[in-house]
């Protein structure tokens, strides 16, 4: 299975082309497009209501807007049965109260995206590319960044974990009345590491984590950006850039959209100056059609321009 990102500035053409290359691709290939931003408009662009289920529009291909408020909530609903599961013997404090504020705390969308993307791929073994459409760059890169920061954080909770572990360990020693049960808790404490459910729990989140970043980074993921010629756009395909070089994930191809005869010398431009900020990827053109407004009878996701192709060629650079 094969993932694709297609990332920009809001507005520049993100949905649509990420709905033009679906529907190509779905021409030979299974495809699952699915719209990770939360203004949703994969639907309208093929012009069915999804009521937040995933929807078979032909025989290759299904659609899919994930609902990430609703994410959010379970995302929380199952931490929250972990961390109380977890810290049973700490009800006296009135975690309830804790956990009732984490639903206000930031990350918590960027978490539920994240493990949206994460369900999908676990599941998604019947498809052979799954394309993901996602909200303007901020919120990407955000999202795109979480695993390796959570793996830095998780490393450093192990080590204090441990820490904890081992002091226990050395009181009890010198008490010599090793009591492993929290009177009336029924909790048992850990002696050792391999016991212990917190270190157990730190361990698996960062394989989980580890795992997703080799798949985003790996061979069988590739990120187009969609950009405009205009200045604006210019400016934050550079952050968008330089954001992707950082977190080393693959920005194998760039779709200038929009261009038109009077706009074509600052289309130049502009990929000029992203092959200077380093853009190693691809340029492919796809131009502005006047009459494709949101409503019209036009079939929004039928462009000439062979997207297709362009986005197979940054697998088959890849791997040949
Ligand atoms: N090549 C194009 N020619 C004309 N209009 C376009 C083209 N590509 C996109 N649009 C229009 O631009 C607007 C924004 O497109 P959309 O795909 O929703 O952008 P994004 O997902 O990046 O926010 C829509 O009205 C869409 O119809
Ligand atoms: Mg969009």
Redesign the pocket.
């Given at each position: 299975m094969k993932i694709i990102f297609s990332t920009?500035k809001?507005?520049?053409?993100?949905?649509?082309l990420a709905a033009a290359a679906a529907w190509q691709l779905s021409r030979i290939y299974r495809v699952l497009a699915v719209s990770l931003?939360p203004a949703h408009?994969l639907g309208d662009l093929f012009n069915v209501d999804t009521g937040g289920k995933r929807r078979r529009l032909t025989k290759n291909l299904h659609i899919e807007e994930i609902d990430l408020q609703k994410l959010s909530r379970q995302y929380l609903e199952r931490e929250i049965n972990v961390l109380s599961d977890t810290y049973k013997y700490l009800r006296a404090l009135n975690l309830d109260n804790y956990f009732s504020v984490l639903k206000y705390s930031p990350g918590i969308e960027e978490y539920a995206l994240l493990t949206g993307i994460e369900n999908t791929i676990r599941d998604g073994g019947e498809y052979e590319f799954i394309l993901f459409?996602t909200p303007p760059t901020g919120l990407t890169l955000r999202f795109l960044a979480l695993p390796r920061i959570t793996i830095t954080w998780i490393d450093r909770l192990i080590e204090i974990r441990r820490k904890i572990i081992e002091k226990r360990y050395t009181i009890q020693k010198i008490r010599g009345d090793v009591r492993r049960e929290i009177p009336g808790s029924g909790t048992v404490l850990a002696y050792d590491e391999r016991d212990d459910a917190v270190l157990n729990r730190l361990r698996s989140l960062k394989d989980r984590y580890k795992n997703l970043t080799a798949t985003l980074a790996g061979p069988d993921c590739s990120i187009f950006m969609?950009f405009n010629p205009d200045i604006l756009s210019l400016k934050e395909s550079q952050r968008l850039i330089n954001g992707l070089r950082e977190l080393e994930l693959p920005l194998r191809l760039m779709i200038d959209?929009?261009v038109a005869a009077e706009n074509r010398s600052m289309a130049d431009e502009v990929e000029a100056a992203l092959c200077k900020e380093g853009a190693a990827g691809n340029f492919l053109r796809?131009?502005?059609?006047p009459f494709?407004?949101?409503g019209s009878d036009a079939c929004?996701y039928e462009l000439e321009e062979d997207i297709a192709s362009a986005v197979l060629s940054t697998f088959n650079e890849k791997t040949g």
């Open positions: 920009g809001g507005g520049v053409g993100k949905s649509t931003d408009n459409d969609v959209n929009k796809v131009s502005l059609r494709f407004q949101a929004l």
